[in-house]
């Protein structure tokens, strides 16, 4: 399987190149480096350049590092999947049902008589499973939850696993607020466009009050969510194509997650879903 | 995990289609499929054997040796098992561990170490209501125990208590019952009960003994035959017994809880307010006298 | 006689008080907001006090080692510049080395692990392969996994393995 996708790598490498911009910055504004918690001692930061959204054009602000152990993490399809089929299992309730021998109506007599009739089976009611129109013996009984809980790191892995690829696969962009100049629908429309963001993008601000223009355009269009951090989710970054982060947001997703990396307990997170464990 | 075979990962998808929902999976081999006697191959006697209580549905009671007398009802009599359920057990922490912590700062020695701290550091777990009492300092590590601390325990042995004692610190061993355990073990779940910090309750008559006497460095004995008890180890074992009085860090080595008391500076009957940062103490007469006895 | 009969009974009623059972729903008053308490109380907000209360509370995160210069317990920091080096083993989140003793269910298996490998995973994996031979006249068996970064020797090996890296600074 290598073997078929190493050429493939050598010949995109170049045909990428076509598309890299180098975009002059403007010197007026001095952007401060990100600083890393929890430094990495092999690992090289990754870098992310720092763009504007207030024109259509992009503008190159600065580069920004992120910590490898985030953004550059084991890129682990397996479980991401586990992720994304938590998140749509948990909160499912199957309402089918299914009635039992003793729910089907009728069936309270036996039919016919124990001996003596020497064509007929012997049997106690006309609903029992075996025959016609009789109960259905294991099946779905509503309402019946698919509540589960993923491990705590499972989780974790799963939201820097694809926070990874999404930086890896350029559909990651960090911009440094989400304040646009106009409330016209068209103007981020032409944005997303023209900048080849993909089409479906999700923005992602530190607080779930947005500044107004972008609210009121991105409204209507179904294809372009706000979410605040708390919101940040596998499911929904796999259903967007972009991810649009803002500088700040940048920096709490970092600092949750590295937090939560290097907690001093974990048997506490999960204790309230454990049933019978200690 | 290797960086280089991350890198290559990543490099790689930098090629393939953008990851979605649409192209992602188990890795092959993880999901069993249950495999029920149904169909074809899984007929004939459907995965229930052959006749008996097994294929009927009428299965044996559980130790049911099919009629002698089974293992489960031999036995009439079990002495071993007796007041089982009122014997106290202390999970032990070693010398080594304690050191281990201290080299990698979880634990600040310059302050009195007692079980929350080690609780605190999640390096160690305390069930109270499966029996367990507290910390049982163990022995190992004690030839390379060099860390000057006042530590609180609720078991200790001699040996332990020497090498604490070589390297300039305190001991004591001191006993909690399991509502103050329960407060100890987690304080945050605890305040944000808001209920009173109880009274530490005394040990019980079989426990009395252990906590009473001197050379255990118990909590309830008189602390000059403590100091007595420490020159005597000290000539036992043969180290020189470090002169606590003039250590700089004598205030902090002498600190002790009262017998009534669960947590450092904070006293019975006292509620914490963690959300606002408050201490209410109450005021009334009655219930001073009976937090202060 | 009668007195000793009466003195049963109250006994009785207490001890039927004392201990509820099998109380339900409706046995059980609704919560009453007692505005009015008798019992007088004072708040205290001294930062000294504050300071034993926030003694008690447990850190979020692990805190990082500061520098000694010895270690009584056989602990050691990992080394600073190591970016040169062909491999690297990521220390724990509680900063202890990843080597661990995998025994399956009858105690007979024994096998150890060495987890968070970055970099030439092969390099290592042969360097300690020649360390531990010459404690085994047969073939030591491994298992590399370069994707998820472990290797794997059949045996137990754990404190031979954490010396050498100890000794590499790792």
Redesign the interface.
Known sequence: MLSN?LP??RS?SNY?KQFSTVVTTDGDTKIEPRILQYPPK??KPRQVWLENLDTIDEKKLSLLDLH?NIF????R??V???N?RWQSLYRYVSYAHTKVRSEVRGGGRKPWPQKGLFCRARHGSIRSPLFKGGGVIHGPRSPTPHFYMLPFHTRILGLTS?L??KL????LHVVNDLEIPTDEPQFIEELVKSRNWGPSVLFINEVDIMPRNITVATDLIKHFNLMPVYGLNV?SM??H?TLVLTRTAVDVIESKLLTHLH???T?NVMKKYKVDQ? | ???????K????????P????KN????PG?KMTQKRGRGQHGGDYHGAGNKGSGQRQNYMRLGYETGNRPFYLRFGFEPYYERHHLRRQYPPVSL?QL??M?????IDIS?PIDL?TI?????Y?I?PD?HQFGINLTDE?AD????KVNIEVQWASELVVAAVERAGGVITTAYYDMHSLQCMIN??KF?ERGIPIPRRMIPPTDAAEYYADPSKRGYLADPEKVSEERLVLSQKYGYNLPVIEKDPDYEMLTERKDPRQI????NPGW??N?KD????????EE?LQYYNS | MLAFKKLSCTLNKYIYTACKRNISFYDSPFLVDHENTK???????SPE?????E?????AV?????P?NN???K?KPQGDNLKDRP??I?RTK??MLPVYLCISQRGIRRITKI???????WLLEKQLRDFIQPQDIRPIRSQVN?????IRFHGDYVNAIKYWLMKRNV
């Open positions: 996708i493939r790598l995109y990428l092999y690992q490898p550059a993490v084991n890129p399809i397996d991401i999947h586990q994304v694809t990874s690829i890896s696969q350029d559909d499911y796999l259903k194509d907690r001093t307990n048997f200690v | 995990m290797g960086s280089k075979t991350v890198d990962a990543l490099t790689m998808l930098r090629t393939l953008r990851v979605s929902l992602i999976r188990d890795n993880s080594l050191q281990t201290v080299d990698t700062d979880r302050k929350t609780c605190n550091t999640g390096l777990r069930f499966q590590g390379t125990f060099q860390a304080p945050t305040f947590f450092f500076g904070l509620v914490v963690l940062k408050v201490i209410l103490k109450p005021l009334d219930l | 019992i007088k109380f004072e708040t205290s907000t006090e504050w300071k034993y209360v003694r008690v509370l447990p850190p692990v805190p990082t080692p500061i000694k270690y009584p317990s602990w491999y690297f990521a509680n900063h987890k968070n490998i970055q970099g030439d995973i370069e994707f998820a970064g472990y």
